[in-house]
Nanobody, 123 residues
Framework: EVQVTESGGGSVQPGGSLRLSCSSS????????MAWLRQAPGKEREEVAN????GTYADSVKGRFTISKDNANNLYLQMNDLQPEDTAVYYC????????????????????WGKGTLVIVSS
């Protein structure tokens, strides 16, 4: 059974930083799409970063967020200069159908999700 677990959320003041982590298990794939998405209250879920080309980012987080992964397929999201509009539940997601996240939509989207970790940015 595939399991995906996020951690690292919390409450910070504007301008602060957080590092989210995602661990996953229960599979043997080695090259696949990994991404961070978020859902703010009252808004649709949006992708903020994926691992394509070393890191592909939504315009709203470019220059502030950095995605990375290690050899054990742990996924990270370093978030700097956090702003109130970054408040959301952040999800780690995997798609085993393709190594390129830009192709994920052609395979029905992400396959596995964690339960999310809450990030609150407030003064």
């Amino acid at each position: 059974e595939v399991q995906v677990t996020e951690s690292g959320g919390g409450s910070v003041q504007p301008g602060g930083s957080l590092r989210l982590s995602c661990s996953s298990s229960g599979y043997t794939y080695t090259h696949f799409c990994m991404a961070w998405l978020r859902q703010a209250p009252g808004k649709e879920r949006e992708e903020v970063a994926n691992i394509d080309d070393g890191g592909t980012y939504a315009d709203s987080v470019k220059g502030r967020f950095t995605i990375s992964k290690d050899n054990a397929n742990n996924l990270y999201l370093q978030m700097n200069d956090l702003q109130p509009e970054d408040t959301a539940v952040y999800y780690c997601a995997l798609d085993f159908d393709t190594p390129q996240c830009r192709q994920s939509k052609y395979y029905g989207g992400m396959d596995y999700w964690g339960k999310g970790t809450l990030v609150i940015v407030s003064s």
